[in-house]
């Protein structure tokens, strides 16, 4: 593995079904972000966590749960899954939540279309 | 609120420049990120400022002026390969990034 890989590339799912996107990197960094995308919009925080073990709310929290059991693993769950989070998903790490220079390294993301 | 501002969409011919601007209104302020994503991919990062005046990188610039809220992105030399998407990202007083809804940018031979 090199940097941050997420599974599944792709994913139509129906309405009401509950989804686990993955996401796990090798850097040892200490802080990741869950981001949706959507056209039109900027890159949107869903959750985050500064290091393992603990997890925050991001901007758009709702119907979306995160854990961080671990340093390298980051999991993101929709819990009953509707069409208004159909989106492109970017997991991403940083080696450091805090200090002024945080740059994200991003993973290649997660086409979801709910149904 | 928070808000980062800049243009939808550009347009410029191969070999030329391009300056794409970004203003922001952000609870705090702890330095300005540039990234590129070319469609359909991850974005990757370009560039950092967090004292006022300009970053030169190659082919790319970037600038900042805390006082005015203001940043600009300079492409030198224009590629065909530059077509891409370019955000702009503040970080706040949280060190939460805040990001912009990104420049097209479209290359014309």
């Known amino acids: 593995i090199a940097g941050i890989t997420q599974a599944p590339t792709s994913q139509i799912l129906a309405a009401g079904r509950r989804m686990t996107l993955r996401c796990t990197q090798d850097?040892?960094?200490?802080?990741m972000y869950w981001y949706r995308q959507d056209l039109g919009l900027g890159l949107r925080l869903i959750h985050y966590?500064?290091?393992?073990?603990?997890?925050g709310k991001g901007e758009v929290p709702d119907g979306y749960s995160v854990s961080r059991a671990n340093t390298d693993d980051f999991p993101l769950t929709l819990a009953s899954a509707v069409p208004s989070q159909t989106s492109v998903y970017f997991c991403?790490?940083?080696?450091?939540?805090?200090?002024?220079?945080?740059?994200?390294?991003f993973g290649p993301g997660t086409r979801l279309t709910v149904l | 609120g928070q808000n980062i501002d800049q243009p939808t969409e550009m347009t410029a011919t191969e070999g030329a420049i391009v300056q794409i601007n970004c203003t922001y209104q952000?609870?705090?302020?702890?330095?300005l990120f540039w990234y590129q994503q070319h469609a359909g991919e991850a974005p990757t990062f370009l560039s950092y400022?967090?004292l006022d005046g300009l970053e030169e990188k190659g082919r790319f610039s970037s600038f900042l002026s805390r006082s005015k809220g203001y940043s600009y992105l300079l492409l030198k030399e224009l590629q065909m390969k530059d077509s891409a998407s370019y955000l702009c990202a503040v970080s706040d007083s949280n060190y939460q990034l805040i990001w912009g809804a990104g420049t097209k940018l479209i290359i014309k031979p």
């Open positions: 966590s500064n290091t393992a073990g603990t997890t």
């Open positions: 400022n967090v």
């Open positions: 952000t609870s705090g302020f702890n330095g």
């Open positions: 991403a790490s940083s080696d450091s939540a805090s200090g002024a220079y945080n740059e994200q390294f």
């Open positions: 850097m040892r960094h200490n802080a």
